[in-house]
């Protein structure tokens, strides 16, 4: 029971230091004048993506690889998923037929990463420069690349703000008040984080699911709340471009905490060490990030229940993901 509290108290932390930590990533987005798609795809995700980094290095730390991979995984498909609740709280056609076709430049990114990264799973081991593996060095300069290929873009094909978008949250504040908010909601979520690992640790041995499940379903819902938070956050302020940049940017972020995890996974090469389990959320991940872009070229007018044919697809899809990960184990 303590466990499960402790596991509880985390989560909750995560939220409220997540919304507040988004509020002040919006507020420092604007007073810099950084572009809609830039804030939404990289910055926006650094803030919502921290409890997946510390949770994922925590995991690491404390020798539970198979915890934080399947964090990393479990978080993409989870997001990709909010894709559907921000398409029912959105007035209006498909919100992926209302954003820009840019976002496709993210999501295929995270795609080639994840893609990358299965196939390192199944490879034999490699060379190691500085106690990193090759692989993990080759995802921390694709991460570079792609965030340099973002920020071009963005300067060739800006998104600005609506004129009627809720800036509430930001009247009064200085670009100083944002920056002291994001530090000391991040170093609350990495307390929270640490606690998360911990625990979730704990759970997956007295319940005997395994790390790759408790990690791919429990941490990740869990570490992607910020997520849910931020993105429903800018639908209601109009800021759909956001929302959907917010999404798939987080995936493209976690994808480099394989990289974090790396470094404070001490017995060898991380994406070595863990269950093959991970192959299976990794190509969901992938299929999911693939069935948004399609909605995203194709612009589908038709909606059943509020919801866009892709949406439709994206959330049979998770289920029917969360029901096969329990039945088959996806554990180590």
Known sequence: MLIWLKFLLSVLLIIWAGTRLTKSADLIADRTGLGMVWAGALLLPLATSLPEIVTSARASLIGSPDLALGNI???NIFNVAIIAFVDLISPGPPVLRQVKVGHILTAGMAIA?????????????????GGIGIES??????????????MRYEKRFPVLKEENVSCHHMEGKTLAQGIVGFLISSAIIIFAGI???????????????????????????????????TTASAAR??????????????NFLNLFVVFVAEIFYRPGPVLKEVSIGHIFT?????????????????????????????SIAIVITYFITVILMFYMGVAS
């Open 73 to 75: 995984f479990g978080s």
């Open 113 to 129: 990463m994840t893609s990358f990264i299965t196939l390192n799973i199944m490879l034999p081991s490699t060379i190691s420069l």
């Open 137 to 150: 060095w080759m995802i921390f300069a694709f991460y570079i690349f792609g965030s340099r290929l973002l």
């Open 195 to 229: 606690m998360l690992a911990d625990s979730g640790k704990a759970i997956a041995e007295i319940t005997g699911l395994g790390e790759t499940l408790v990690g791919s379903i429990f941490l990740a819902i869990s570490t992607s709340l910020p997520e849910v938070v």
């Open 237 to 250: 302020m109009g800021l759909l471009d956001m929302a959907i940049g917010n999404i798939f940017g987080a």
């Open 282 to 310: 990794a190509q969901v991940s992938i299929f999911l990030m693939a069935v948004a872009i399609i909605g995203l070229i194709y612009r589908s007018r038709r909606q059943v229940a509020r919801l866009g044919l892709d």
